[in-house]
């Protein structure tokens, strides 16, 4: 993905960076975006989150309804999915 201006390309726009080294941010910027201490979480359940230092981040993340492991979040997703088919009645073919 390209946007604005900007020759990077990336899977998807570039909105905030959290960027430590301990507890201590690491300055840069990316299309006009500078790095922080601060990440977001869901978008409609969520709301910001500080980073004080990485060891934070995925429960800090969680938090604010974002889970950061891939194999939990696919493990939440398949849960969810067979919960909803044993309460519907649903059956694989």
Do not use: C
């Amino acid at each position: 993905m390209r946007w604005g201006a900007y020759d990077l390309r990336y899977v998807r726009p570039i909105r905030w960076l959290a960027a430590l080294h301990g507890s201590e941010v690491v300055p840069f910027e990316i299309t006009g975006v500078k790095s922080g201490n601060v990440s977001r979480g869901h978008r409609f359940l969520g709301a910001d989150a500080t980073i004080d230092n990485p060891a934070v981040y995925v429960e800090a993340l969680k938090e604010q309804h974002v889970i950061v492991d891939v194999a939990e979040r696919e493990k939440a997703i398949q849960e969810g999915i067979g919960r909803l088919a044993a309460e519907r009645g649903w059956h694989r073919r």
